[in-house]
């Protein structure tokens, strides 16, 4: 009996960690871009390209690679099931874009099997019909930091049957790493007649990619908070706000947002999110040009110990805002705790530009680099054999090479002259 009572609560343990290890598992897919003037979370391209500029160039995760989560969790019924932000009855239908409460949060990726047959979000189909089934890939297992900063709501099954869907902004794609090793990128810039990335015509802040070996895997992810997290929130006025209506953008983030209150008089009261973009806040009191606030994470707990921070509205608003996003001005930030991690120091040999236009590290070493332009782009990967990489065609400007050897992995700064 007692043995037959150990293999029930051993069945029973195995039952519900196999729930527990699938219940985050579901389709990706990818797209271009969040979109003009700025994508579903209120945040900009041009921010996320910016702040990409500032963030990887210190080691920490790459805004610029960033996911879209679903707004509804519907199978089979693929019409919008209410007027968003969904309330009452209709939140049984909330997918893990929660309303918005989670943009700003950092989360890891890891790419499964892909089908040898159909699988094109079809609706009321199953995601892989034909073929023999799901099979591993070199890509299987590979992963990524990203960052929540838009919506899906597409009526097809991948944003409706697959209520943990990561749509994956498509410069993820070359960023996957498998056993610490960056892979080939899965997209690779389209270059117009003079060899520069082709813009994207809808939106000033994308460029066109092509795209190859990605066919909607699995993917498992979970919930992280910011990698090598260094600084503090960032606060931004969107277009359009003026005194008596002000819309703040908060980025940069530990770990999401929750709540913004601002400090009117001695009394601390609650800013409205801008229906359900999750990093965009209507302030109580527009009318000071002056303004404090303080935030609330994911976790409803204050972010940075309750610190505050007090900001000027920018002059560059003048009458009214005139670009998604301006920089606030003057931000001061008092009490709480801000903490600085340390990060690993690059790791020898040292690596510079040949005169033939390639990479030349100090040691005949083997491996693979990675080099990006200083706002975070890759312009992809190349191999490095006894020491150099092929030529590589870099314009005069910064650039930021992360490599991983035989002798260890690191990262330095090069600057084409």
Not at 43 to 56: F, K, S, Y
Not at 305 to 329: N, V
Not at 332 to 351: I, K
Not at 387 to 405: E, K, N
Request: with cysteine.
């Amino acid at each position: 009996m007692e043995d037959s009572r150990i293999l029930a609560a051993t069945a029973l343990m195995f039952v519900l960690a196999t729930s527990a290890s699938a219940q985050n598992e579901g389709m990706a897919t990818y797209f271009l871009g969040v979109g003009y003037p700025y994508g579903a979370c209120g945040v900009p391209d041009e921010v996320a390209a910016h702040e990409a500029g500032l963030d990887t160039l210190s080691g920490q995760g790459n805004p610029f690679d960033y996911v879209a989560l679903n707004v509804y969790n519907t199978p089979r019924d693929y019409t919008p099931p209410g007027p968003r932000p969904l309330t009452g009855a209709d939140t049984v239908r909330l997918g893990t874009y929660d309303n918005g409460r989670n943009c700003g949060r950092w989360l890891r990726l890891t790419l499964g099997d892909t089908c040898d047959g159909a699988n094109d979000g079809a609706m009321n189909q199953e995601f892989c019909r034909g073929g023999t089934g799901w099979h591993p890939n070199r890509y299987t297992g590979s992963q990524a930091y990203a960052i929540v900063f838009d919506q899906c709501t597409d009526g097809n099954a991948w944003c409706r049957d697959s209520k943990w869907h990561l749509d994956l902004h498509v410069t993820l794609l070359g960023k996957l790493r498998k056993d610490g090793i960056l892979l080939p990128p899965l997209a690779v810039p389209v270059l117009d007649a003079t060899g520069k990335p082709k813009a994207d015509p809808n939106n000033p802040w994308a460029i066109e990619y092509r795209v190859s070996g990605f066919e909607n895997p699995k993917v498992s992810w979970e919930y992280v908070t910011a990698p090598h997290y260094q600084g503090e929130p960032r606060f931004w006025f969107s277009l359009d706000s003026k005194i008596w209506y002000m819309r703040l953008i908060v980025t940069h983030l530990p770990d999401g947002i929750h709540g913004l209150e601002q400090l009117v008089g001695s009394e601390w009261k609650p800013a409205r999110m801008d229906g359900d973009a999750g990093q965009m806040w209507l302030l109580p009191d527009p009318s000071v040009t002056t303004i404090t606030v303080r935030l609330t994470d994911a976790h409803d707990k204050p972010v940075m110990g309750g610190r505050t921070w007090t900001f000027d509205y920018p002059k560059a608003c003048g009458t009214s805002c005139p670009k998604p996003a301006i920089l606030a001005e003057n931000v001061r930030g008092e009490g709480g705790v801000v903490s600085v991690p340390r990060l690993p120091r690059p790791v020898a040999p040292t690596v510079h530009l040949g005169a033939d236009a390639s990479l030349r590290f100090s040691a005949a070493v083997s491996g693979i680099v990675e080099v990006a332009n200083s706002s975070g782009r890759s312009i992809g990967t190349f191999p490095v054999e006894r020491g150099r990489t092929p030529a590589i065609p870099l314009a005069p400007g910064l650039w930021v090479i992360r490599f991983r050897l035989d002798s260890g992995d690191g990262s330095a700064i090069l600057v084409r002259r």
